[in-house]
C-alpha cells in the first residue's frame, strides 16, 4: 500500500510533518524515503553520540541517487535551511565577513528531518561546539586512506595496519571505518589539548613518513599521476574548516551503503567489504558499536565531563567560600558544603534559618524544584537568577534584575551550572576570585515548570513572604535570542497573565520593590535609594505600591523630536518581508502545532524605530513613512530602544473592518498632503511579528527564534494604542477561523507553525495563507474606453507557470467614477504600441490600448473559467506597495497552459 503523501510521526516531543515516504531513493536496490528516515531513526542510539555539537554539512539528493547511467543531482547545504524548525538546535561558526548557522544532530527527531530533506549524507568535523557555544578543538584525529584505481579495501588495511603500529606508540587507539564508498578511515580520540593546526601538521608528518618507507604502497598528495596502485593518506580533513562523512551516516551511492565502524578482527577477514543498512541496523541491533567510546555522553555538557565542570574551572575550593561539589568518582576528595549554612561576611558558616520561611522551606521539603535569585555585587552589580533543573541550578545574570511589571524586558545572558547547594549561599567572594563581591539572597522558593525547551522557559515562581518578589507567584518567560549555552542572550519577561489575574490584570498591587531599588528579602528596606521613577517598597508608611517601571532613560522620546540616538536603518538595509504560500485547511496536518491569525487586507510593511523614529517600508523596499504620519507613534508604545517589526497598514471603516477602498487615497498621497489625510482618514498599524529588540544597548536579532516565542516578545514589547495593536491569535479551530473572516469580510485566515523561523522575502510553506475570498494581485496591460472615449475597463494579467504573462480579462466594474480621469492619465504615460501579452481574444484587443506591464493592481472575482479567464472581476485598487515581479497566480486551480 503506498503512503500517504503528506503524514506526521512523532519522535519524542517532536511531531514532524513528512511526505513521499514511498519516492525511491536509492533505485538499484529499490530503497524509499520511508526507509531511510527508519534506518535513521533506528540508528541515532549511536550514530547522534558521534555527531552532537558538530556542526552539520548535508548532501542532499531530492530526487534521489539514480542510476550509473543517469546519476541523480545533489547539492551540499552547509547552513541551516530556511523553513528549518524551531527546535533544531544550531550552533554559530563567526567568520570575518559572515557568520553561518549549522544545525546539530543532536537528537533523533534532527536525524529524521534531514531524511525527510534527502539529505543521505551527513558529513562533520573533528571538532565540537563547546558550552559556551564557541568551537573547542578536536575530539579526534582522522586519517582518510583513499584507495586509487588498481586499488582498494585490501590496500587500504595493510596501510592502516601500519598507521595502527605508529598511533599505538603514540598511545594512541584508533577505530577503523569502512567509508561506504572504497576506502577506511581511522578514528583516533584526542583529549582536547591539541589545536585542528597541531593535528593536521601530526597527521601530514605521519602521511610523508609512511610515503616514504611504503612508497609502492601510500602516497600523501593529491595528484591523480602518482595513485594508481596506491593508497592516498589523505590528512587535511583535521583542518577545523574540513569535515568528514559522519560514522554510521548513509552514502548517497547507488547502494545504500553506510560509514560503518569496524573492529580490528574484521579487517583481517579476506572477504572485507562495505556494509548496507540493513548489516549495520542488525550489527548494533547485536550490540556492536566499535565507536562506542568516541561518543558524546548524553547528560554531559558538550566537551565536559559533567555538568557542573565549567564551575569548577573557575573557581578554587581552597580560595573562595562558594560551595564546591567533588567531581565524579573522587568521593570525599573534593569540598562540598552541603552540611555547611551560607558562609558570613567573613567567609565562614552562619545560621541561614532566618532566611527561609516556613512556608518555602516546606515546599522545598515536598521535593518540588527550587529556585534562587541573588543579589551580586560584583564588578558590576546584577541579579543571579537560578531555576533548578536536572540536578543543577541553570543560571542566568540579569544586569537590571528580574522585572516586576507586564511589559518589562530584561537581558539576561546564560553562565555556567551551578550546585544546587548554590541555592543557599550568601557571603563575600573574595577579591581576585572569579565573581569576587558580596552574595546575598534576594529571593528564593520552589518553581512550577510550565514549559521548558531550549529556546523557551516558562516557570511561576513561589518565594519567601518577606523576599523580592513579594511574596506572591510570579509567572516569568525567558526567551533565548541568539547564542547556544553559556553566554548566551536571553531575554526575562514578567508575564502579563500571572497567577490568579486576568491576562490583562498586570502585576499584582503586592508587588514587591524592585531589584534595582535596592530592596532586601530580610527587612523589605532600601539599601540604596529608589531611582526617581521608582516605586517606594511596600513597607513603608503611605506607600502607594505600583508595578515597577523601566529606568526612563531607556525610553524612546514621546514626542519623536529628532535627537543624537542611532537612526532606523535606511530601506536597503532592511529586511524583505517573509511571504506565506497559498494553501487549504489539509495542509495543517497538525492544528496543535499552528497558530492562526486573521490576513489583514492592506499594505505590508517592514517597521524600523531606533532613537524615538519610525521608519516604514513597503513590500517592495519604498520608503512609505511619509505617507503615514501618524505611525510615528509607534515610537512611543515601543518599550525598548529600538526595534524591527513586521505588521501590516490598514484603514478601518467605521465598524472596525479593513476596508481597502478607503487605503486607496492614502497609498498614492502626495507626502506633502499626508498629515491632513492623517488628520481625515487615519490608518492602523496591525502588527504581527517582531524580527530584532534592542534593550540596554544589546540588540536582540529574532528571526531565527521560533515564532510561538516571537509572538510573545511581540506582545510585550509594544503597548497598544488606536493606530497601534497587536491582533491576538485566533483562539478557536482553523473551521471556525475561516467563518470569522468571512463574516468579517477579512482577507482570509494566516496559519504560522508554532516552530517557525523568519525567512525574509521567501515563501515558506511553514506560513499558509487560506482565502475564503478570491482576491488576486494582477498586472495593467491595458485598457478599453467606452463611446465617450472614457476609460470603462483595465486588462490585466499575470505570470503563467513558464514566466509568460497570462491573460486574466477585462475588470471594469468597481472603478470609482471619480478615479477614472486619474487612473487614465497614469495609464497614458506608459502606452506602447504592442499587446505585451499574446493570446488576446480579438473581442478584447478592439479599440483596447496597451502599456508597459509595470504597474501592479488588485481585483475580486467569482472563479477562473476553463479558459483561464477571471469571471465578474471587479477593481479593487492599485497596489504600489507591489512590483510586477511579486506578482503571481493565487486562485484555485491552475492557469491552463498555452
Not at 524 to 542: E, I, K, L, W
Not at 846 to 868: C, F, K, N
Request: one cysteine or more.
Amino acid at each position: 500500500m503506498a503512503a500517504k503523501k503528506t503524514q506526521t510521526i512523532q519522535v519524542g516531543e517532536v511531531t514532524l510533518a513528512v511526505s513521499n515516504l514511498d519516492k525511491v531513493m536509492y533505485p538499484q536496490t529499490g530503497t524509499t524515503k520511508g526507509e531511510v528516515i527508519d534506518y535513521y531513526l533506528k540508528i541515532a542510539s549511536v550514530l547522534v553520540p558521534q555527531a552532537a555539537w558538530r556542526p552539520a554539512t548535508r548532501k542532499r539528493w531530492v530526487d534521489g541517487v539514480g542510476t550509473p547511467d543517469k546519476p541523480g543531482q545533489v547539492f551540499f547545504r552547509k547552513d541551516i535551511e530556511d523553513g528549518a524548525p524551531g527546535w533544531v538546535p544550531t550552533g554559530q561558526i563567526v567568520h570575518k565577513e559572515r557568520t553561518n548557522v549549522y544545525p546539530l544532530a543532536n537528537n533523533a527527531a534532527v536525524l529524521a528531518w534531514f531524511a525527510q530533506l534527502a539529505a543521505l549524507e551527513i558529513h562533520v568535523p573533528q571538532w565540537r561546539f563547546g558550552d559556551d557555544g564557541a568551537p573547542r578543538n578536536p575530539d579526534r584525529l582522522v586519517i582518510d586512506l583513499d584507495p586509487g584505481p588498481e586499488a582498494g579495501l585490501p590496500q587500504c588495511v595493510e596501510v592502516a595496519q601500519a598507521i595502527r603500529e605508529i598511533f599505538q606508540g603514540m598511545k594512541l587507539d584508533a577505530v577503523p571505518v569502512t567509508s561506504g564508498s572504497k576506502g577506511i578511515h581511522l578514528y583516533a580520540p584526542l583529549d582536547g589539548r591539541t589545536t585542528s593546526e597541531q593535528a593536521s601538521a601530526v597527521a601530514k608528518q605521519l602521511a610523508l613518513s609512511l610515503e616514504e618507507t611504503m612508497p609502492n604502497l601510500v602516497v600523501a598528495t593529491q595528484r591523480k599521476t602518482l595513485r594508481e596502485g596506491r593508497v592516498l593518506i589523505d590528512w587535511s580533513q583535521n583542518n577545523a574548516a574540513k569535515t568528514t562523512i559522519c560514522p554510521y551516516s548513509l552514502r548517497g551511492r547507488m547502494h545504500p551503503t553506510v560509514a560503518a565502524p569496524r573492529t580490528w578482527d574484521e579487517l583481517e577477514r579476506p572477504n572485507l567489504a562495505q556494509l548496507d543498512y540493513r548489516e549495520v541496523l542488525e550489527r548494533v541491533a547485536s550490540g556492536i558499536d566499535p565507536i562506542a567510546d568516541q561518543g558524546w555522553v548524553f547528560d554531559q555538557a558538550p566537551g565536559s565531563t559533567d555538568k557542573l565542570t565549567r564551575y569548577r574551572e573557575k573557581r578554587d575550593a581552597d580560595a573562595t567560600p562558594e560551595p564546591v561539589p567533588a567531581e565524579p568518582g573522587e568521593g570525599e576528595g573534593g569540598r562540598a558544603d552541603d552540611a555547611s549554612g551560607p558562609a558570613d561576611q567573613k567567609g565562614g558558616p552562619v545560621d541561614s534559618s532566618s532566611s527561609t520561611d516556613q512556608k518555602s522551606a516546606a515546599a522545598a521539603a515536598s521535593g518540588a524544584p527550587t529556585f534562587v535569585i541573588q543579589e551580586h555585587h560584583a564588578h558590576r552589580l546584577h541579579w543571579d537568577f537560578r531555576l533548578e533543573r536536572d540536578g543543577v541550578l541553570v543560571s542566568w545574570a540579569v544586569p537590571k534584575g528580574p522585572p516586576l511589571a507586564p511589559d518589562d524586558h530584561r537581558l539576561a545572558v546564560q553562565t555556567e551550572d551551578h550546585p544546587l547547594e548554590y541555592g543557599s549561599f550568601e557571603g563575600i567572594i573574595p577579591k581576585g576570585q572569579y565573581g569576587g563581591g558580596s552574595v546575598t539572597i534576594w529571593d528564593a522558593g520552589t518553581i512550577e515548570v510550565e514549559k521548558w525547551r531550549d529556546d523557551e522557559i516558562i516557570v511561576v515562581l513561589h518565594g519567601r513572604k518577606t523576599g523580592g518578589l513579594g511574596g506572591i507567584p510570579r509567572r516569568y518567560v525567558l526567551i533565548r535570542t541568539q547564542g547556544q549555552g553559556e553566554k548566551s542572550h536571553w531575554l526575562l519577561i514578567f508575564k502579563k497573565d500571572q497567577p490568579g489575574s486576568s491576562p490583562d490584570a498586570g502585576s499584582s498591587p503586592e508587588a514587591g520593590s524592585s531589584p534595582e531599588a535596592g530592596s532586601s528579602p530580610e527587612t523589605g528596606t532600601s539599601h540604596q535609594p529608589a531611582p526617581p521613577d521608582q516605586p517606594a517598597p511596600p513597607d513603608q508608611p503611605d506607600a502607594s505600591p505600583q508595578p515597577h517601571q523601566p529606568d526612563s532613560s531607556n525610553q524612546p522620546s514621546s514626542s519623536h523630536q529628532p535627537d543624537a540616538s542611532p537612526q532606523p536603518p535606511p530601506p536597503d538595509r532592511l529586511p524583505a518581508p517573509m511571504l506565506a504560500s497559498l494553501g487549504s485547511p489539509s495542509d495543517l496536518h497538525d492544528p496543535q502545532q499552528w497558530a492562526l491569525e486573521m490576513k489583514w487586507d492592506g499594505v505590508r510593511a517592514i517597521c524600523a524605530v531606533a532613537g524615538g523614529r519610525v521608519r516604514l517600508v513597503s513590500r517592495n523596499g519604498n520608503d512609505i513613512t511619509d505617507l503615514y504620519p501618524e505611525l510615528g507613534e509607534l515610537a512611543d508604545d515601543l518599550g525598548a530602544q529600538a526595534a524591527i517589526l513586521d505588521g501590516e497598514i490598514v484603514a478601518l471603516d467605521p465598524r472596525g473592518r479593513p476596508d481597502f477602498s478607503l487605503l486607496q487615497p492614502r497609498m498614492k498621497a502626495d507626502p506633502r498632503v499626508a498629515p491632513r489625510l492623517a488628520d481625515q482618514a487615519p490608518v492602523t498599524l496591525m502588527l504581527f511579528d517582531i524580527l530584532s529588540l534592542t534593550l540596554d544597548g544589546t540588540e536582540h536579532h529574532l528571526m531565527r527564534t521560533p515564532y510561538r516565542a516571537r509572538r510573545e516578545l511581540l506582545a510585550t514589547a509594544i503597548s497598544p494604542t488606536e493606530r497601534v495593536r497587536v491582533p491576538p491569535a485566533f483562539d478557536g479551530s482553523l473551521d471556525e477561523a475561516i467563518a470569522h473572516a468571512r463574516a468579517e469580510r477579512l482577507e482570509g485566515v494566516l496559519a504560522k507553525r508554532l516552530d517557525s523561523i523568519y525567512t525574509p522575502g521567501r515563501r515558506s510553506q511553514q506560513w499558509i495563507k487560506i482565502k475564503p475570498r478570491t482576491d488576486q494581485s494582477v498586472i495593467v496591460i491595458g485598457w478599453r474606453t467606452g463611446p465617450d472615449g472614457k476609460l470603462r475597463s483595465l486588462l490585466v494579467a499575470v505570470p503563467g507557470a513558464d514566466g509568460e504573462l497570462h491573460y486574466l480579462g477585462r475588470a471594469g466594474s468597481g472603478i470609482a467614477p471619480g478615479d477614472i480621469d486619474d487612473i487614465a492619465r497614469t495609464l497614458a504615460g506608459i502606452e506602447r504600441k504592442t499587446p505585451p501579452v499574446a493570446r488576446i481574444p480579438d473581442a478584447d484587443r478592439r479599440d483596447a490600448r496597451w502599456v508597459t506591464p509595470t504597474l501592479v493592481g488588485e481585483v475580486a472575482y467569482s472563479e477562473l473559467t476553463p479558459q483561464g479567464r477571471l469571471r465578474a472581476p471587479s477593481w479593487r485598487g492599485w497596489r504600489p506597495d507591489l512590483s510586477a515581479s511579486d506578482v503571481r497566480w493565487e486562485g484555485a486551480g491552475a492557469l491552463p497552459t498555452p
